[in-house]
């Protein structure tokens, strides 16, 4: 199955389905859109709690409920979707399916049940393959040429449910993984309104996953994202621009953290791993095998800046190093 937009009413008018969009994420906001646009009723909005960020630690609403808000939507904020006022908003809500966009909690098993249709979860990536909170990440980290979105039948186990339907998209050569996923969030997100006219109309049927091709995509955190200048230049070009724009590539210069945008991959000049050299064309790092050349950079406590600019302040010494 195709994504594909809403053609009307399906099965020779059906009701359209009654809806709980869960959601957090900037890429949850196509879908929350396609399906507002679509013949079915968004009843309510269940997202994150609103969260402290930025340099002011200003409370902020998350990108779905900003767009709920928005649409005059009733939004849910549990803690925890466990929370014995949330099951019973939802049994009270009487919702015939909930369609989930990282929404970013477990769902229970007391809740999994409560929609007439269970839960429809839109991943990023070809299931079984890339199962966890990371998906796209870890795609373009792992220099996979293919990878796509999918809709599946929530269940206890992690992205192991039964799946409706899949869309395919190429991963470039300089991708980072936040092209990648502003272009399946669009494409997942006419998929998800596919899926959802197809189980309104009683016409599609989810398929269990095949055993064969399981890999695991944990969440990135900070740490993982610091670059290992030993690695082969491909592997790095991939492991950050995997990283790109979160959590952020990272390394260390004169003790100081300093973030990378995404690099180029070079067979030259022979330099030791995170060797630093300045030349016309700007600056280039060392690696286990090959060079690359810096895009980016953002040294500590100051704006990002092209790497030859900051070369100029930071005037590396002949053998200098990054990650030293």
């Known amino acids: 199955m195709e994504g594909r937009g809403r053609l009307g009413p399906a099965g020779g008018g059906e009701p359209p389905l009654r809806l709980l969009f869960a959601g957090t994420p900037e890429a949850a906001v196509p879908s929350l859109d396609a399906l507002l646009a679509s013949g079915h009723e968004v009843a309510a909005v269940l997202t994150r709690p609103d969260a402290r960020s930025g340099r002011g630690r200003r409370v ?22 466990r929370e014995p006022e949330f099951l019973a908003q939802l049994a009270d809500l009487a919702v015939d399916c909930a369609p989930v966009v990282a929404y970013g909690a477990l769902v229970p098993p007391a809740a999994l049940d409560l929609p007439r249709h269970g839960w429809v979860n839109l991943h990023f990536s070809l299931l079984p393959a890339w199962r966890g909170a990371a998906p796209v990440q870890h795609a373009v980290m792992a220099g996979d040429e293919v990878t796509g979105a999918c809709t599946f039948r929530l269940e206890q186990g992690l992205d192991t449910g039964p799946v409706f339907g899949v869309v395919t998209e190429p991963i470039g050569p300089r991708d980072t993984a936040g092209d990648l996923l502003g272009r399946l969030a669009v494409s997942g997100a006419r998929l998800l309104v596919a899926t959802l006219d197809g189980i309104e109309a009683g016409t599609l049927e989810a398929r269990p996953q095949p055993a064969d091709g399981v890999s695991l995509a944990p ?76 895009g980016e950079v953002q040294p500590a406590g100051k704006r990002v800046q092209p790497a030859a600019d900051w070369a100029r302040g930071a005037r590396p010494r002949p053998g200098e190093r990054l990650g030293a």
């Open 219 to 294: 969440r990135i955190e900070t740490a993982d994202a610091e670059v290992d200048w030993g690695l082969p230049a491909h592997v790095v070009d991939r492991r950050v621009r995997g990283v790109t724009p979160a959590p952020g590539a990272w390394t260390t210069w004169r003790g100081d953290r300093l973030r990378l945008g995404p690099v180029e991959p070079l067979t030259g000049p022979p330099l030791e791993p995170g060797e630093v050299a300045v030349d016309r064309d700007g600056v280039v790092v060392g690696t286990g095998r090959g060079a690359v050349r810096l």
């Open 60 to 81: 902020s609403r998350s990108p779905v409920a900003e767009r709920a808000d928005a649409a005059g939507l009733p939004v849910l904020q549990p803690r925890s979707p």
